[in-house]
């Protein structure tokens, strides 16, 4: 038997910028992070586009490339941002800085972001929230922004037809889970918001016996003699 192995993360990452990178010519590209996501995003951007754009690679700590020889290929720490953001036409964030569990915080501070040119996009994988701190203060600034969300949803349509015998098109799978989402979303948030009233009107209903219970004790009880 054969065994076949792939990663969807780069691949369904490429997916909502392939058109500006197929149409465009030697785009400066910034990709923070070099973790999982950041690893398979570089080795698809290498695999479908070879020497076409340069890339510029920013990792908190040092990043060791094999083939250090080629020309498109570079690599810093992110102290060095500063110094290359303003060339940019493409930044793609690949860290989980402002992740639902970090949703304040965003890899790249206000006043660093406003030196990057006006044509610039702004592309954070995360997909949760849709709208991260990052992509806001671009949007602020008039940046084009794209979130993750489509990427999430490329990679199970690629995990899905690569494992299932299909006579679908990828689009028209992307089309049956993204409303499959909407409504689970839908009902997460029905469900939520009910929860929420109960438990407020839970929250009250303890306050008022606690509160009740304490001042029904204070009429009762005899006063408490010091000696």
């Known amino acids: 038997n054969k065994f076949t192995g792939t990663n969807t993360d780069g691949e369904?990452?490429?997916?909502?910028?392939?058109?500006?990178?197929?149409?465009?010519?030697?785009?400066?590209?910034?990709?923070?992070?070099?973790?999982?996501?950041?690893?398979?995003?570089?080795a698809f951007l290498l695999r479908?586009?070879?020497?076409?754009?340069?890339?510029?690679?920013?990792?908190?700590?040092?990043?060791?490339?094999?083939?250090?020889?080629?020309?498109?290929?570079?690599?810093?720490?992110?102290?060095?941002?500063?110094?290359?953001?303003?060339?940019?036409?493409?930044?793609?964030?690949?860290?989980?800085?402002?992740?639902?569990?970090?949703?304040?915080?965003?890899?790249?501070?206000?006043?660093?972001?406003?030196?990057?040119?006006?044509?610039?996009?702004?592309?954070?994988?995360?997909?949760?929230?849709?709208?991260?701190?990052?992509?806001?203060?671009?949007?602020?600034?008039?940046?084009?922004?794209?979130?993750?969300?489509r990427m999430n949803l490329i990679q199970a349509v690629l995990a899905y037809s690569y494992t299932n015998q299909t006579v679908l098109a990828k689009e028209e799978i992307y089309k049956i889970m993204y409303h499959k989402r909407l409504q689970y979303e839908t009902k997460h948030r029905f469900f939520w918001c009910i929860f929420s009233i109960n438990s407020n009107i839970l929250g009250i209903a303890i306050f008022r016996f606690v509160f009740f219970t304490k001042s029904l004790v204070t009429l009762v009880s005899p006063p408490i003699k010091y000696i």
């Open 12 to 42: 369904a990452a490429l997916e909502p910028i392939r058109q500006q990178l197929i149409e465009s010519q030697n785009l400066t590209i910034g990709l923070l992070g070099f973790g999982g996501a950041g690893k398979a995003i570089l």
């Open 48 to 149: 479908d586009f070879k020497r076409k754009h340069k890339i510029h690679i920013f990792n908190r700590s040092p990043i060791n490339i094999k083939d250090s020889k080629r020309s498109d290929l570079y690599s810093y720490s992110l102290n060095d941002l500063e110094t290359f953001l303003p060339h940019f036409d493409l930044l793609i964030n690949a860290t989980s800085v402002g992740h639902v569990e970090s949703i304040d915080i965003t890899p790249i501070p206000t006043k660093l972001l406003a030196k990057a040119k006006n044509t610039m996009v702004v592309y954070d994988i995360i997909y949760d929230p849709l709208k991260t701190t990052l992509l806001k203060n671009s949007e602020e600034i008039g940046l084009r922004t794209i979130n993750g969300l």
